[in-house]
């Protein structure tokens, strides 16, 4: 497995639970060490317990040595990251070609290459000319086996999976069956649960990662502006949620409003998606739509906080709950606060922040002057305004009498949706939330 990153190292670690012999190798030395010292570099519950039962197995290992986990491997993984590309938001490949261009030069005996990472169209098969170039001799076959796993429930994702896809080269039918055998065997566990799994052609396994993730982003989009629609009209976006949700043709996950889709993926692959279309001829319109309605709304938001506060927020001190993309992560790549903090930072006002594990994560992407506190009422301490950006489970339980004994004003902007919004005004809070009736006046014709 190269790469040990959050797919790298769950990945990996389910595994060798499956009973298979698995190397990671990583090359960022911070993580490397903390790997092999038994700390686990990223906030993913349960995963400590799995990685030290595998390793004192000695069916889990942990190295830079790319040519000592290569030699004699039936199936390389390649789980580096392929970030956007400044620019064109394109996905940017370099590390896997990188990556690929190191095993073909180690590889021994007949290797399939796999990509675990999300890779534009056309990867896979680039993948092979690297590798035919690299190592003439090399007997080998390319395989694309893209994830789905959620960060914060990836082990359960990956365990149990709705479904795995695996793609092989459809012009060349031997390779297919022997690249098939062999990632058939490593899932075998999986088909005890009767888990679908799909075999198809290279490029429609790497577009299926693309379209599924574009897909669930353009539904929150889309109840994203229907919970701005029932503001105006006097809706209740919950509502909405709920009953177009119980149409089993539609399903009622994906449906929350939010100040913004956010985290690792979403961003950067509605991005590539529509970089993809546009290079083919064939651009996916949605999903350039998708992707500026997103970005505006972030901003939005941070303008929805500024007009709660009366237009300006210079000199007032604003408490935030939540800073990650969404609870149950340290990730804060492209998370929703770090736009509306910025906003606020600019607009003059004084933030203390909480967040139960992206504390250390948020310092290098947020404002420098946020004080960082030590819970959620620290956070609250003075306080003109409160705000929730992340819907972590511990902040639902605060009593809103414990918030207005620690703040100095009485407004909260909830932009999760985590609170009643009876139980915090009868508190005696103004409060906002995202797309529900009370305290908004319908919109007159
Ligand atoms: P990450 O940045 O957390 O991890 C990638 C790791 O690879 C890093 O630790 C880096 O040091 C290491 N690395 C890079 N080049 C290397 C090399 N040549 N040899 C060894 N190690 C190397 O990224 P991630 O979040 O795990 O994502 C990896 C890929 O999986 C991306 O393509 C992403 O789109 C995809 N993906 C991510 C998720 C998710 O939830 N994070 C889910 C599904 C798919
Ligand atoms: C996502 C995909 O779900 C996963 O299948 C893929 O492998 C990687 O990308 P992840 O980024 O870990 O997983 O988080 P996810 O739970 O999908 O949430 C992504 C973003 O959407 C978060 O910012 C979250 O707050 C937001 N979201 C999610 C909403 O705003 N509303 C929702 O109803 C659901």
């Known amino acids: 497995m190269i790469g040990g990153g959050y797919v790298g190292l769950v990945s990996g670690t389910c595994f060798a639970e499956f009973g298979t012999d698995v190397a990671i190798v990583e090359t960022n030395p911070d993580r490397l060490t903390a790997l092999r010292e038994g700390r686990i570099p990223i906030y993913e519950p349960g995963l400590d317990r799995l990685v030290e039962e595998n390793v004192e197995a000695g069916r889990l290992t942990f190295g830079d040595d790319i040519a000592a986990a290569v030699k004699g491997a039936d199936a390389v993984f390649v789980a580096v990251g392929t970030p956007s590309r400044r620019g064109d938001g394109q996905a940017d490949t370099s590390y896997v070609y990188a990556a690929v261009e190191?095993?073909?030069?180690?590889?021994?005996?007949?290797?399939?290459?796999?990509?675990?990472?999300?890779?534009?169209?056309?990867?896979?098969?680039?993948?092979?000319?690297?590798?035919?170039?690299?190592?003439?001799?090399?007997?080998?076959?390319?395989?694309?086996?893209?994830?789905?796993?959620?960060?914060?429930?990836?082990?359960?994702?990956?365990?149990?999976?709705?479904?795995?896809?695996?793609?092989?080269?459809?012009?060349?039918?031997?390779?297919?069956?022997?690249?098939?055998?062999?990632?058939?065997?490593?899932?075998?566990p999986l088909y005890l649960l009767e888990t679908p799994i799909v075999f198809t052609g290279l490029e429609t396994a790497e577009l299926i990662k693309y379209s599924a993730n574009s897909f669930l982003a353009m539904k929150i989009t889309f109840i994203n502006e229907i919970s701005d629609l029932c503001e105006k009209v006097g809706a209740n976006v919950n509502d909405v949620a709920r009953s177009i949700g119980l149409d089993g043709r539609i399903g009622k996950k994906f449906l929350h409003p939010s100040p913004g889709f956010g985290g690792s993926c979403f961003p950067k692959d509605t991005r590539a998606l529509t970089a993809i279309g546009r290079n083919a001829g064939s651009p996916v319109r949605l999903i350039e739509t998708t992707v500026a309605v997103n970005e505006q709304r972030m901003k939005d938001m941070g303008e929805r906080v500024i007009t709660f506060a009366g237009g300006d927020v210079s000199g007032l001190t604003i408490g935030v709950l939540g800073l990650t993309f969404k609870p149950e992560t340290d990730d804060m790549r492209?998370?929703?606060?770090?736009?509306?903090?910025?906003?606020?930072?600019?607009?003059?006002?004084?933030?203390?922040?909480?967040?139960?594990?992206?504390?250390?994560?948020?310092?290098?992407?947020?404002?420098?002057?946020?004080?960082?506190?030590?819970?959620?009422?620290?956070?609250?301490?003075?306080?003109?305004?409160?705000?929730?950006?992340?819907?972590?489970?511990?902040?639902?339980?605060?009593?809103?009498?414990?918030?207005?004994?620690?703040?100095?004003?009485?407004?909260?902007?909830?932009?999760?949706?985590?609170?009643?919004?009876?139980?915090?005004?009868?508190?005696?809070?103004?409060?906002?939330?995202?797309?529900?009736?009370?305290?908004?006046?319908?919109?007159?014709?």
Not at 131 to 153: M, Q, Y
Not at 373 to 393: F, M, R, S
């Open 102 to 188: 190191q095993i073909a030069r180690v590889a021994d005996g007949y290797t399939v290459i796999v990509t675990k990472s999300t890779v534009p169209v056309g990867t896979g098969r680039e993948i092979a000319q690297i590798i035919r170039k690299t190592r003439p001799d090399l007997d080998f076959d390319v395989a694309s086996n893209p994830e789905f796993l959620r960060e914060g429930n990836a082990i359960q994702d990956f365990m149990r999976p709705d479904r795995v896809i695996i793609g092989t080269d459809q012009y060349k039918p031997e390779g297919t069956e022997r690249a098939q055998n062999i990632l058939r065997k490593l899932y075998r």
């Open 334 to 445: 492209e998370a929703a606060s770090i736009p509306v903090l910025d906003m606020l930072d600019k607009g003059g006002a004084k933030i203390r922040a909480f967040d139960p594990a992206g504390m250390t994560t948020a310092r290098p992407v947020l404002p420098q002057s946020v004080t960082y506190c030590t819970d959620a009422l620290d956070a609250a301490k003075g306080a003109d305004i409160l705000v929730v950006l992340t819907e972590w489970n511990e902040f639902r339980s605060l009593a809103p009498e414990k918030l207005a004994a620690e703040m100095k004003g009485r407004k909260i902007a909830d932009l999760r949706n985590i609170w009643d919004p009876k139980a915090i005004k009868d508190a005696g809070f103004e409060y906002i939330s995202l797309g529900r009736p009370d305290g908004v006046q319908p919109h007159q014709a």
